[in-house]
Each structure stands twice: as C-alpha cells, then as structure tokens.
C-alpha cells in the first residue's frame, strides 16, 4: 500500500489522513462539495470532490467512490465509519480493481451484516443469544413473543448500529408495528426480514474490541460500556466497561474472540454484547465491520494505535503481538459533543462555528474536524467532537472530562453540552447503575 482513498468527512476522515502520514502513506481524501474546504480536506495530501451534498449522490455511492479511487492512482481504500464503512458491494468492488479495502473480506461483511446469519454464527461458535427468531406474519410474530415473553424487539435482519428497532410491549403494539418496521427495514436496507427478539429491561450494552490478522491471530484488546444511549444512539462511551465482575468480563472478551475466529475475520471489529444488568448474563448483539465512533478509548488505555493497526493488516503484515502484550492502564471516558438543540428534541442545528475553542490539558484528548469558521452543513450527523479523558481511576477520568466540556467555547451552533455535564455528574452514572433505557428515563 502507499496510496489511501478515504470516502468520508469530519473527525474521522481527518483521523485517518493522520494516521497514514504516520504510517508513511499518502492520503486522497474523497469528500462532497460542502466539505471541500473541511480541515480534512485541507490536510491530506488531496482532495477529490465526489459529489454533492446529499450523502446517497456522494459518500453512498460506491462506484463513484472506487471510480475515484483509481482516478487518483490509490491502491487502497479506507471507508471510517458511517456511509460505506459496512458495504459488502463497496469492498468487492475494490477488490475486482485490484484496490485494497481495509478491513474484512466482503464475504464475512456480508455474513456479519445479516444479523440472522449472526446470530446462528454465534450459536454454532458456543456464545449465548437471545431468545428469539425471523417472523414472516403477525400471527407467527405474535406466537414467538407469546413463547418468549413480552416485551419484545422487533429488529431489521439487515439492520445494525442501534437501527430499525422496535419495541413492542404486548400483541396489539407488536402487530401494530410489525408493518411499519418491515416497510422501514425494506427502504433503509433493502432486505424486509424481520425477527423477534427478548427484550432485556436492564440491560447494558458492552464491546470487545477485536484486532485480527490474516496470519491467524485473533486476540481482543478489552471492552466498552456504551449503555449511555438515546434511541438505541450512543452518547457517552468507557473503556474498561466500570464493575464488571472480573469473571463476566473475561468471558465477554474470550465470546468476542471466538466469534470473530468462527467466521473468519479479520482487520479490526467490534462484537457487541447485552448484559443484563440484574443476573449478569450476557448475550451477543451484533458485529460491527469497522472501526467505531468510540475507539478512542481504546487507544487510551491499551497505548496502540487502532486506524494504524487497520491499515498494518489490510497492508498484509501481523499485529506483530500477542494476547499477553494487551494491557489495560487505567480509565478512559469518550462524550460526543453534538451541533444540537436537546431542549427541541435533539434538533440539529447546521449552522457556522462564530468560535470554536477546545481547551488543551493533560490527560484529555479532543477529536475534531471543527475550527471557528467552519459550517456545519445540514446533510449529515451533528458531531462537532469527540472529547476524551484517561486517568488512572474512573472519577478522575470523569472529572477531567467535565471540567474540559465546562470550559470549552462554541458559538453559532446550540450543543448538547450541558447534558454532557448531566450526565457525567450524575450519582447513577458515578455509581455504575446506568442502563440502555436509562438516559431517557433520568434526564432526557
């Protein structure tokens, strides 16, 4: 590899351009016309307009993408997260021009993007699944719930990240939402399968990193707690995932690692878990093809470079460790600032940045593509920000983290700072008693 096509904006286009330049590659940034002059844009070492604002004429088109990728002599893509990260037809494109993709294979995308195929994946590899099964009527709907116990999910076989979920408390809501979930399955993926899932009330929702060569290592790099959510989005991440029992957490780690070995991944991926709260079993989710929004957390407490480690093994090369050379230091808090109105519902608010600035300190790390000027256009997420503390202990983190989002000054846009705060400094989320359900039942 010595040429990088990245087909996406913000933070993350701008992670990896500086991950490539550390890494000794070139980067070609692929950006719509509104990102043009966006910091990542200015950064790489190119920048190639793929379309309009609009992300389905732009960052979803894969054939333009591939198109520009040869246009611009690069002999690998980089897809972030979002947009094309998990396209099966974007990493076979690549590969039938000979364009390196980085991460899986499109086979094992494919697989792992049908959350069926996974789910009977992780059966067959010894991890435990919810109760639960693909519903083609009402009728069938509502016996498996009836079997299972309400209440139930209705979840998008081709769904992922938290989308095309529904929850159905008892016949009437389940068939009542049974329509509308299949009409929105089949225009947000274009697969119409539905299936019908336990719903697990306290319920937290935790993540093995997973870092996997093709040489046969497959080790994990410890887990998240991401229960800190709305609407299935997740606002506040934490790496090591706070009092788990050691036991749960070594198991949690060693299911990730044996789902990832079972369908023959490799690259970087996230397997996803439900614990639940009260008996502290868990159950697998989902996974997740790509490198996602909260690694920073990661990063910080396993000292490795996570996008480095992507391209090092799309390059073909070894992890060049082992499970034992994994050690987690201390405690790492990730928030999402968001160009947002939380008092109207969480509107986004696009707009241009009067003034943007972040304070710098130890022991807090700030990803942004923001910079007093820029515009925050209407087409896409509202992320202004990840902003992310480490320190040896959890409450330090989080102090470190309020005092930063305290600090900080944006102006143009409303943010979903206080909120943050709320949460940060909540005796719940201090105290390790924050579910899935939680940010919405307490302040949101």
Not at 80 to 86: A, H, N, V, W
Not at 146 to 164: D, F, H, M, S, T
Not at 229 to 234: I, N, S, V
Not at 368 to 385: I, Q, R
């Amino acid at each position: 590899m010595k040429r990088v096509f990245i087909p996406n904006r913000g933070e993350i286009a701008l992670r990896i351009v500086r991950a490539c330049r550390a890494q000794g590659l070139e980067s070609v940034i692929g950006c719509s016309q509104p990102d043009r002059d966006g910091l990542a844009a200015r950064t790489a070492d190119r920048a190639v307009c793929i379309g309009p604002g609009p992300a389905a004429q732009s960052y979803l088109r894969d054939d333009i993408v591939v198109h520009a990728a040869l246009g611009a002599g690069c002999d690998a893509i980089h897809p972030g997260y979002g947009f094309l990260s998990e396209s099966p037809r974007l990493a076979a494109r690549a590969r039938e021009h000979e364009v390196t993709f980085v991460g899986p294979p499109p086979e094992v995308m494919e697989l792992a993007g049908d959350k069926l195929r996974a789910r009977a994946e992780a059966e067959r590899a010894g991890l435990p699944v919810l109760p639960g099964q693909e519903v083609q009527s009402s009728a069938e709907a509502v016996q498996v719930a009836e079997g299972i116990g309400y209440p139930v999910l209705i979840k998008a076989a081709g769904g992922g990240g938290g989308r095309g979920i529904k929850l159905a408390r008892d016949g009437a809501e389940l068939r009542a939402l049974l329509g509308l979930a299949r009409s929105e399955a089949g225009a947000a993926f274009g697969d119409e399968r539905l299936y019908v899932e336990r719903f697990i009330a306290a319920a937290r929702h935790v993540e093995v990193q997973i870092a996997a060569d093709e040489h046969g290592a497959v080790l994990h790099l410890g887990e998240r707690d991401c229960s800190v959510q709305r609407r299935y989005q997740k606002v506040i991440e934490e790496a090591p995932a706070p009092g788990l029992d050691p036991g749960v957490a070594a198991s949690l780690r060693d299911a990730g690692v044996a789902f990832a070995r079972a369908i023959g991944y490799h690259n970087l991926g996230t397997v996803e878990f439900v614990l639940d709260a009260d008996s502290g079993e868990f159950y697998f989710l989902e996974m997740n093809c790509r490198i996602q929004v909260e690694h920073p957390v990661t990063e910080a407490v396993t000292g490795r470079d996570l996008v480095r480690l992507q391209l090092q093994v799309a390059d073909g090369r070894p992890l060049g460790f082992g499970q034992d050379d994994v050690v987690l230091d201390g405690h790492a808090v990730e928030c999402r600032l968001n160009a947002e109105d939380v008092a109207d519902g969480f509107r986004p608010t696009p707009g241009r940045l009067a003034l943007f600035a972040l304070p710098e300190r130890p022991r807090l790390r700030v990803d942004t593509h923001c910079f007093a000027g820029a515009f925050v256009p209407p087409f896409y997420d509202s992320l202004l920000a990840k902003v992310i503390a480490h320190a040896a202990e959890r409450d330090e983190a989080v102090d470190v983290l309020v005092q930063a989002l305290e600090d900080l000054d944006v102006e143009g846009v409303e943010t979903n700072r206080t909120l943050l705060i709320s949460v940060l400094e909540h005796p719940d989320f201090r105290g390790h008693a924050v579910t899935t359900d939680w940010l919405e039942r307490a302040i949101a």
